[in-house]
Each structure stands twice: as structure tokens, then as C-alpha cells.
């Protein structure tokens, strides 16, 4: 059957013309050119990959929180770090420069103050926003501004929540609690009277409280003195309620240290103010005992912001931040023991810098001012004492002086953040929580209780640091220790941790402890938690 008859339709075929085929030829493919990118030398800003986006630079370099000496090295190794960013507030200012600045601007000290002072804070410290970044830095770390503490004072004890509210407890013949009576009591109660105002720093002295509001103001209470408190030279009155202090109304106040002859400030700038001491000038001027007029401390420290103020019996610690970077601590006053660190026992009516700090390669971080010995903790964590060694408090294994300070041995393998001296008396404080002390055991305040076996003593003196167990078990960090510093009283000790609580050790004879003792006792040997919830 032919197609033609079966219905099937027929496929057509067309004869196509034959077409040239063009040759298929692949396109040239250009060669990637790597461009060989860096930072370091003299190699122009334009070579660094960020350098068309430097606010991702500024913004990585302020959210890291770097710190001064992170900034300082970018700069010295890349030169985008040093030339001039071309970004508001200030066109001519680094990248490096501009990142401090932002970090300065967060800090809680620095954001009220006006731009004449900012830059005269600036010009004080030595010109440089990284400067400035450093010295507000330093006095976060040394002590605890703008966070909760605790205060144990001779007899009384205040405590200061992160919100700042202020508890006080203890002791009150002198109106020190701030009540408006002289009753004590253990049981801690915030003070009323400072309802509407935000403390972030206390000092407490015998008879005496000083707070330091968030806006530098300072309101005092208790004994109307500033000096030789311990001696009964009271004023003409007795102060039970938070008094400003109009002598400080002009200056900007972020810290109090009280001893026993003398008072001293630190204002927002890194000056520090003295009052009284009596007529012989041995802080560099001439008072009355109740002099109620601060007077600057003279000498070297007139042109170094000094960060942190720790007050002894009868001596002063400063630690200062250099114009060179390095920090350093100034002592003045009484020499007897070595304690001013010189080598020496003699007095030092002005700052002198103690310069075995850079003989052990140290740069001071943290400075204790016991009544009798002082103690530093290092950067690198080590802790240096020196001073009277009675009862082993230097923690060198004796009961030997040293007029210079020197590396405690038995803490090499402990890094150290925070020390507490108190009359003979050391704690520190390591980077995980743990707490070490040493010295006098009297009144059961270095922690150490007696063994489950019955055996040992809690009032014990420890030549050498101990790891305070009771305080490990529980399990607990601990950030802040606090003890007496006063040779007329029985020592408590306080240790705050991460988490807010408090807990309280030592004596308690006049409710200083802010527990309720029974049954005739006078003191705790282990820590008991204060029912205060300070975070």
C-alpha cells in the first residue's frame, strides 16, 4: 500500500542551502589581577581594604571596647590608623582617636560634663582621647563606681546597692548611720532622707560616713570633723542625717578616703584634695584639726590625673596615670614602718613616686591603704605589699617590715584583681572569685573557721595567704572584700559577689555584721548572708 492510498499524510523534505559555519572562538579571558593589600609602614590609606568604609572601621574598633593601648598599637603599626578620618566632631582626629572619643562618651563621668571641660580633662591627661580613655578605664577597674559595694567601717558598715540605694547598719553614737538618731542597729535600713539622690561611692571612718553622689556631690554625716576622729575632736556637733558639704559644692567629687588624722577627695578631673592634719604641714599645708576647707595636694600630683585615693592611719596613696602611659603610685605622710614604700621610714610632706614598681617591670592597677602596711595589685595579676609585717599581714611568711614593696611568693600561681588591707590585715581577691587572706586572725576576720575535726583556730594570725574555704563552698563569686581599717576597733570583712548577695564575717558586737548575734556572741566565724540584695 503506497502513501498516496493508505490516508497517511505526506512529509515534505526541503533541500536547505548549505550555510558557512563561523568557527566558534571562545571569548579572551582576562587574567585576575590579585592586588596585593596591606597595612603596616608607610602605605597609603587607600591600600587598606576598609579604607573606603572607614566608619565599619570606627564602628568595629568602638563595639570591640578596645582599650588605650589596643588604640595606641593600631596606630603605630598602620598608617590609616594615624591620618586624619575627615569624620565629625573633629575632621583632623584619627580613626584610632575617634574610637576613644565614642568610648569616652559611654563612660558614666564623662557624659555630663560640657565640651570646656572635656577638653581640659583631655589637655590634663596628656592630649590624646586615648589618654583620656585610659584614665577613665583605670578608675573603673580600681574600685567600684557606679556599682554596688560594701563598706566595712570602724563599728558601722553601709552598703550601697548598684541603683544606689544606701543601707547602713551598726554602730551610732555619732549620728553615723544617718537616721536622724544615735540608736544602733543590726538590721540594715536605707536611708530616707536620700531617696531622690544616686550614690555611687562610700567612706566610712570612726563616728563618720561620707557618700559621693552620681552628680559629685558629697554629703557627710556623723562626727562634725574631718580629722583625728579617733581622738573625739568632733566639731561642734553632732551631724544624724546626709549634710552636703558646701566646701565641695565646686568640685565634682567621684571619690572619698577617710583616715584618722585627715580626709581626702578625688574630683572627676584626677585632682585630689585634703582636708585637715593639724599645723605642721605634713600633707604639704597648714590646718586646724576640724578644718572644714579642702585644700589641693601639692607637689608632683598638680599636673597628674591620679584614678584611685586609699587612705592609711596616717598616710596616702595615689595612683596616677603618667603622661608616658605607665601608671604609678604616689605616697605622703608618715614613714614609720616603710609604708610609704621609699626604702625607707622617713615622713614625705608632698606625692613621692615609689619607683620600685618599675624596678619589677609592675604597672599598679589596684592600691590598698591599710593602717599599717599598703598592698598593690599588678596588670599581670602579681600583688605587692609592704609596710609593718606584724602578725604576717605582708603574706612573705614572717612578720618582717619591707620599706619597698615586694612580689608576694605565695600568690605566683594567682592571678590577682582586687586587694583589701585593713590593722594588719590582707584579702585578695583572684580572677575566678577566689579569696586568699593573711595577717591577724583576732575577731575571727580573716575567714578561716575551725576544721570539721574540731581542730585549729579561727582567731589564728597567717603568715602566708590562705585559700578562705569558707567563702569557696559557697559557691559564690566573689568581686569585692572589705574590711576594717582602724586599730581601735574589732575588724568584720564583708564579701559581695557577682550576684548581689553579701555575706558578712568578723565582729559583730555592735551590729556591724547586719546579723542578729545571740545567746552573748560577739562575732561570726563563717560568712552569713546579710538579708540585703545589692544587684
Known amino acids: 500500500m503506497d502513501a ?35 597595612c603596616f609602614g608607610d602605605s597609603k590609606p587607600g591600600e587598606f581594604p576598609l579604607a573606603a568604609n572607614p566608619s565599619i572601621v570606627l564602628h568595629v574598633l568602638t563595639a570591640c571596647n578596645l582599650d588605650a593601648q589596643d588604640l595606641a598599637k593600631l596606630e603605630a603599626t598602620c598608617s590609616f590608623f594615624r591620618q586624619p578620618a575627615n569624620f565629625a566632631p ?81 554602730s551610732n553614737s555619732s549620728g553615723q548611720l544617718g537616721h536622724g538618731h544615735t540608736e544602733e542597729d543590726w538590721r540594715p535600713r536605707p536611708i530616707r532622707s536620700l531617696q531622690e539622690i544616686r550614690i555611687i561611692q562610700a567612706a566610712a571612718g570612726a563616728g563618720r560616713t561620707m ?3 552620681d552628680a559629685g556631690k558629697v554629703y557627710a554625716f556623723g562626727k562634725d570633723s574631718f580629722g583625728e576622729i579617733e581622738y573625739g575632736v568632733q566639731g561642734s556637733k553632732l551631724v544624724t542625717t546626709p549634710q552636703l558639704v558646701e566646701s565641695l559644692k565646686d568640685i ?13 577627695v578625688l574630683s572627676r578631673e584626677g585632682r585630689v584634695y585634703t582636708f585637715s592634719w593639724g599645723n605642721d604641714g605634713k600633707l604639704g599645708h597648714s590646718t586646724e584639726p576640724n578644718d572644714v576647707e579642702p585644700h589641693p595636694l601639692l607637689g608632683p600630683l598638680e599636673n597628674i590625673p591620679v584614678v ?7 598616710y596616702l596613696l595615689c595612683l596616677a596615670c603618667e603622661p608616658d602611659g605607665r601608671m604609678s603610685v604616689y605616697s605622703v605622710g608618715c614613714g614609720l614602718g616603710g609604708k610609704l614604700g621609699h626604702g625607707s621610714r622617713t615622713d614625705e610632706k608632698y606625692p613621692r613616686c615609689i619607683e620600685q614598681f618599675q624596678n619589677l617591670n609592675l604597672q599598679p592597677m589596684v592600691v590598698a591603704a591599710g593602717a599599717w602596711h599598703a598592698a598593690v595589685v599588678g596588670r599581670d595579676g602579681r600583688v605587692c605589699t609592704w609596710g609593718w609585717g606584724r602578725y604576717g599581714c605582708l603574706g612573705h611568711g614572717n612578720e618582717e617590715c619591707e620599706s619597698v614593696p615586694k612580689v608576694v611568693e605565695a600568690l605566683g600561681n594567682v592571678k590577682a584583681v582586687h586587694v583589701a588591707t585593713g590593722d594588719y590585715t590582707t584579702f585578695v581577691v583572684s580572677d575566678d572569685g577566689d579569696v586568699f587572706s593573711f595577717g591577724c586572725g583576732e575577731s575571727a576576720s580573716l575567714g578561716h573557721s575551725i576544721f570539721a575535726d574540731g581542730q585549729g583556730n579561727r582567731h589564728a594570725n597567717v603568715l602566708s595567704p590562705e585559700l578562705v574555704t569558707s567563702l569557696k563552698q559557697m559557691n ?27 555575706y558578712a564575717f568578723g565582729a559583730g558586737d555592735k551590729g556591724q555584721l547586719g546579723v542578729e548575734l545571740v545567746n552573748n556572741q560577739t562575732e561570726r566565724g563563717n560568712p552569713e548572708r546579710v538579708d540585703i540584695d545589692l544587684s
Open 4 to 38: 498516496s492510498t493508505s490516508g497517511t499524510p505526506t512529509i515534505q523534505y526541503h533541500s536547505l542551502p548549505d550555510q558557512p559555519m563561523a568557527p566558534i572562538v571562545a571569548p579572551p579571558v582576562a587574567t585576575f589581577q590579585r592586588q596585593i593589600r596591606h
Open 90 to 170: 573633629d575632621y583632623e582626629l584619627s580613626i584610632s582617636e575617634l574610637a576613644a572619643l565614642d568610648m569616652c562618651r559611654e563612660r558614666a563621668i564623662f557624659k555630663p560634663m560640657t565640651e570646656e571641660e572635656r577638653q581640659n580633662l583631655k589637655q590634663r591627661c596628656g592630649g590624646s582621647w586615648k589618654l583620656v580613655l585610659r584614665f577613665l578605664l583605670a578608675g573603673e577597674t580600681c574600685f567600684r563606681r557606679e556599682k554596688s559595694q560594701a563598706i566595712a567601717g570602724p563599728g558601722h558598715s553601709i552598703a550601697v546597692t548598684s541603683k544606689g540605694v544606701v543601707y547602713s547598719f551598726g
Open 211 to 213: 557618700l559621693i553622689s
Open 308 to 314: 584611685q585615693i586609699a587612705a592609711g592611719y596616717c
Open 252 to 264: 565634682f567629687v567621684v571619690q572619698a578616703a577617710i583616715g584618722n588624722f585627715f580626709t581626702a
Open 476 to 502: 559564690e563569686r566573689v568581686v569585692q572584700i572589705s574590711l576594717t581599717n582602724s586599730i581601735y576597733w574589732n575588724a568584720h570583712t564583708f564579701a559581695l559577689t557577682e550576684s548581689g548577695k553579701l
